[in-house]
């Protein structure tokens, strides 16, 4: 019966229709619902077409009498598949074994218990009944399309036996369907794997549902990949039997097809390998291990069990801070790592959030089989080594996230890309990062279809822009696992900030301290009796607005608490300022030493890299009980705090923002780290008005900044668009902003000129400058004429330099060549000290021509090259009046070259701070920045052919400016995280090279080291091995690539 129903099938289907329909050979493809919306769309691979001589099934699997029998194909089978999964140590289980974990089913059988609540806090975007009819209809139709190409594509013996396979889920899709539309969920699992099986939505959505378990879905759970297999190819053998044999070469070519297929098969099963969200319950397992999750939140299973990610269309989601978003892109990223096998990009908005989460999830893909890959700073490779076994997740700030992009689309790479991740989302209306967030998200839409964005943010308003731009489904909810408490004190009165009454607070309390004069007078606002009411037994974080106020705040405190705070883990506060000491080279900030004793520390931009953390660890132990810290605390940080102080409503003289006020008291309860959590913001009588208003207003919309970051915005989006490719006439430009959040928001912010005006201007701009040439005409604002790119302009945009440096940059490189000095590295870092930090800078005249008469007969070479004139240095720290016309960009950008030059020969940011007279916080963050442009400037090199001599100067230089230690540490410090403070412990115990941390034992590694925690320890072990790990495949697929054949060898066929 079935014989003739599959030939029509396959007939139907004409050899070039089935050409195109044909998934690409990966296995995520052949299942991806995108890819079969979007069949043309990228990645496709070679189609692995059946000999078109002979268009009959018969031909095809003439005689497969022997292969019945055929063990050696069977063997061959079972090697593909063991070796499947022994490469990627996941367990692909039996369909018998496959039962929703625990954890699943009982969050879904909480779900049933609160149901009617569950409505009330969920607000999908779209109505929830219509919805769920819609997509009802949608699965239906998706999973007849899918089905339909992949039958199209697969020989007889599949077809045949999924042809009978067919008759049994469209029996499971249908009661699934009926069950879930009568709102009966049970919490019992899905028992079944069934064709749908072969898509990761469909099993998906059949998850919550029970599905009705007649005899024939028992029958198929207890079939392993394996027996899959075999019976289709016994169905197959069987069928042969009718069939008329044909010639030995035809049956051969239909053998390798099979086994083809077969692998195939396998590879593609893989788009649910386990009973945790598709993926193996070792992910649960992990979770509990690393991070402590037992159990999902309701919201985090129901936001995964979304109808629209399970089609992979783009989510933004929204909760309260600490409600648990990470987890679920998380989870979603595993997803698409080992059930799609496709790479990924998180996007974060700090370095110091990309370290923790490389750190973090580096464990996960050791165990797992993947790549954590570090875009941030001067770390990262473009493009991207590409990969022959693992999958990479490649977690980037959002400048290194943008050239990473930029680097995949080049190389035709976006379809390896199946999902982008971004955190904090509403830094899209936040400056140039804003901007680069949004031309790369714009990017990511407009090149590649098959690339599904998650958005997520505690802090959205205008969601229906953003949606707009992204394209995205929007789940929102007001979840939070702790509860925080919001009060406002005015005077001694505090309120509990209530929106629901007219007023928007309400009495709560009358603040009961007694305060002697004096203490009256240094705390005014007192905070003390805010403080002590939680510490030391408990966290608490004060929010100021300066960073000079962060120091007195915490001075002020300290001075004033009783002694016997000093008893609380005094051994711990004194190994911590030693540690400090170290640190600092033998030095440690006065204020940090009179603050500690009694466990309070400030926290702010002027600190070291190295002190910073030391800081936040010890906070996080309990060691310091109070952080008095400016906003760089505010986004993202999982720290302990049972109390928020906002010691007022401004960021530095600017009034607070909702967005920013929202953040910062996020910062209060998070799970995991305490029970309960409240915040207080101190008000002025004069300002009672306008946190009244802020406290009940809105959250601010987030706005495109394309236009306001001119250089950085626009016009760099319009360069890089025609360097790419994307858009190289004036129209197709049109029509790519108009796809961008600029485009969404044009009605508002566009006032003055038209989109098309403005990027009609843009171009012309850019072709101005040198960086595009074409042709505009002069009043046609949809013109089609083609620009292309110059050589400057491709490597202004590869090296990700602000265009309104990028002449001055390449006429100094230029000037270079003339004659670099190479006798000292000063000329050179002259031309890597970044632009944007030389406005700022006001030279100390007097150190300045201090410098200038200890400079080398080479280093005064330099100086005169780069055209700063002695006399002028000397008359300024003469204070003679000066008539010379002098550039004072150069003359204070080679101060700054001159502090980092004091840094590359001392490696000691506190010395080199204290002959400059900067902050040790304005040294690291001049030190981080020219890491930073260094690799910029080697980029734009690296594509202009004259500046050829500087690639292999700069690389070495970029090294020196990222680590900035003594060489022998920097194999250490390679390893997110590990700074130069731990670099030296390891090294001075023994712990040397890359290899040391990847084999170590972290209980004896805590043994050695001092003030290393056994999480730390494990941390470091983790990430050394994955870094190991990533070098190696990347050496491995170097040699690999060197002793292909080519396939073009003249003379060979
Ligand atoms: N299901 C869960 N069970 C227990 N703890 C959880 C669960 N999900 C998340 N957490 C923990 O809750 C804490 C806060 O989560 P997360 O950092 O994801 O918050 P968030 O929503 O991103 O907040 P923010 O907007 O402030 O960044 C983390 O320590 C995380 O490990
Ligand atoms: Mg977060």
């Known amino acids: 019966m079935a014989e003739p129903r599959l030939a029509v099938r396959r007939r139907s289907c004409p050899p070039s229709d089935r050409k195109r329909r044909r998934p690409s050979g990966k296995p995520g493809d052949v299942c991806s619902p995108v890819a079969l919306k979007t069949p043309s769309s990228g990645g496709e691979g070679p189609p692995t077409e059946i000999p078109c001589s002979n268009d009959s099934e018969e031909d095809m699997f003439g005689d497969y009498d022997g292969f019945y029998g055929n063990d050696s194909l069977l063997e061959q089978v079972d090697d593909t598949e063991h070796k499947y999964l022994q490469d990627k140590n996941l367990a692909i289980k039996a369909a018998g074994d496959i039962t929703l974990g625990n954890l699943q089913s009982g969050v879904h059988q909480k779900k049933q218990d609160n149901f009617s609540t569950l409505e009330n806090m969920v607000a999908l975007k779209a109505d929830k009944e219509d919805a769920i009819q819609m997509n009802e209809n949608d699965s239906m139709d998706s999973n007849q399309e899918l089905t339909e190409s992949i039958l199209a594509d697969l020989p007889s013996s599949q077809l045949l036996y999924l042809e009978k396979m067919d008759e049994v889920s469209s029996v499971s899709r249908i009661s699934a369907a009926s069950e879930r539309r009568n709102n009966c969920m049970n919490s019992s699992s899905d028992k079944v794997r069934s064709l749908s099986s072969f898509c990761p939505d469909a099993d998906h959505r059949n998850r919550p549902a029970t599905i009705a378990s007649d005899s024939k879905c028992d029958l ?68 509990r291990q690393f991070r402590g999750i037992e159990t ?121 890309l199946g999902l982008v991740v971004v955190d904090e989302l509403h830094m899209l209306g936040e400056g140039s990062r804003g901007a680069a967030l949004e031309m790369t998200l714009a990017k990511i839409l407009y090149t590649s279809k098959s690339t599904q964005i998650i958005g997520m943010s505690a802090t959205l308003s205008n969601v229906g822009d953003l949606q707009k731009f992204l394209q995205a489904e929007y789940y929102t909810n007001n979840f939070r696992p702790v509860e925080l ?70 001075l002020m405190v300290s001075k004033y608490l009783k002694i016997e705070f000093r008893a609380h883990r005094e051994k711990e506060k004194q190994d911590l300022i030693k540690n ?158 108009c796809r961008t959040l600029l485009g969404v928001q044009q009605q508002l912010l566009l006032k003055e000129k038209s989109l098309s005006e403005i990027i009609k201007d843009g171009l012309e701009n850019l072709i101005e400058k040198g960086l595009l040439k074409g042709r505009m005409s002069e009043k046609d604002h949809n013109s089609q004429s083609a620009l292309t790119i110059t050589p400057l302009g491709r490597a202004t945009y590869k090296g990700s330099v602000d265009l309104a440096y990028c002449n001055l940059l390449y006429r ?121 442009f260094a690799s910029c400037v080697l980029r734009f090199c ?80 983790s990430s050394a091995k994955m870094l190991l790990s990533e070098k190696a495949e990347a050496l491995q697929e170097e040699a690999e690539e060197l002793l292909k054949v080519p396939t073009d060898i003249p003379g060979t066929y």
């Open 220 to 287: 198929c759970k207890t079939e392993s990949l394996k027996d899959h297999l075999k019976s289709a190819m016994t169905g197959n053998a069987k069928a042969q039997l009718l069939q008329v044999s044909r010639t030995k070469q035809l049956r051969e070519a239909a053998l390798s097809e099979e086994i083809c297929i077969a692998k195939k098969t396998i590879e593609s099963s893989s788009v649910d390998i386990g009973p945790f969200y598709g993926l193996p319950s070792k992910v649960k397992e992990l979770l």
């Open 296 to 416: 999902l939140y309701e919201w985090q299973h129901d936001c995964l069990m979304l109808e629209p990610l399970q089609q992979r269309k783009n989510l933004i989601y929204s909760l309260p801070t600490s409600g648990g978003k990470t987890l679920v892109a998380e989870i979603l990223m595993l997803q698409e790592l080992l059930c799609r096998q496709k790479d990924v990009l998180m996007i974060l908005p700090y370095v110091a959030l990309v370290q923790e989460k490389v750190r973090g999830l580096s464990s996960f893909g050791l165990e797992l089989g993947f790549l954590v890959e570090e875009y941030a700073g001067s770390k990262g490779r473009f493009p991207p080594i590409k990969r022959r076994l693992k999958k990479s997740l490649y977690v980037a700030t959002i400048e290194k996230g943008h050239a990473l992009v930029n680097a995949l689309i080049e190389s035709e790479r976006m379809g390896d």
């Open 485 to 554: 408490k919001e009060y406002v004190k005015i005077g001694d009165t505090i309120y509990e900030v209530d929106s629901k009454t007219g007023e928007g607070f309400t009495f709560s309390r009358l603040l009961n301290f007694k305060y002697s004069s004096n203490l009256e007078k240094a705390d005014p606002d007192h905070i003390i009796a805010l403080v002590t009411e939680v510490i030391p037994k408990y966290s608490c974080l004060v929010f100021c607005p300066t960073k000079k106020n962060c120091e007195n705040v915490s």
């Open 580 to 737: 400090l000491k170290s640190i600092g080279n033998g030095s440690v900030c006065p204020v940090l030493k009179q603050t500690i004793p009694f466990g309070i520390a400030y926290h702010h931009s002027g600190l070291t890299n190295d002190e910073r953390k030391t800081i936040e660890e010890a906070y996080s132990a309990g060691i310091l009980c109070l952080l008095a810290c400016t906003a760089t605390l505010a986004a993202g940080v999982n720290l302990p705090a049972r109390r928020v102080i906002l010691r007022a409503p401004y960021v530095a003289s600017d009034f607070l923002k909702k967005n920013q006020y929202k953040q910062m008291i996020g910062r209060a309860g998070r799970a995991g780290i305490d029970s309960a959590g409240e915040s207080i913001l101190i008000v002025q009588e004069k300002d009672k008005h306008l946190v009244w208003d802020l406290v009940n207003s809105p959250l601010e919309n987030c706005y495109s900044h394309l236009l306001l970051e001119l250089t950085k915005g626009i016009q760099s989006l319009l360069l890089s668009l025609v360097g790419l490719k994307i858009a190289v006439t004036q129209e197709e430009c049109n029509n790519f902003l």
């Open 812 to 932: 100094e490189l230029k000037k270079g060549l003339e004659g670099l000095v190479l006798e000292t590295n000063l000329h050179l870092l002259y031309l890597a000290t970044p632009y944007d930090l030389t406005y700022n800078c006001s030279p100390d005249w007097m150190i300045y021509f201090r410098q200038f008469n200890q400079l080398s007969a080479a280093e005064q070479k330099v100086v005169d090259i780069v055209g700063v004139p002695e006399s002028f240095i000397t008359k300024k720290a003469s204070g003679q009046a000066i008539r010379k016309n002098v550039d004072i960009a150069v003359v204070n950008r080679l101060y700054l070259t001159f502090v980092l030059y004091a840094l590359l020969k001392e490696t000691n940011i506190w010395s080199v701070s204290e002959k400059f007279n900067m902050s040790r916080g304005y040294v690291q963050n001049l030190l981080n920045s020219a890491a930073s």
């Open 942 to 1021: 690296e594509e202009l052919e004259e500046f050829w001599v500087y690639k292999a100067l700069l690389t070495e230089l970029t090294k020196q400016l990222t680590y900035c230690v003594k060489m022998e540490l920097i194999p250490l410090m390679e390893v997110a995280g590990v700074l130069e403070a731990r670099a030296k412990q390891l090294y001075n115990a023994g712990y040397k090279t890359l290899a040391h941390l990847a084999n170590a034992n972290p209980e004896a590694m805590i043994r050695m080291i001092e003030h290393l925690s056994r999480r730390q320890a494990k941390q470091i072990v």
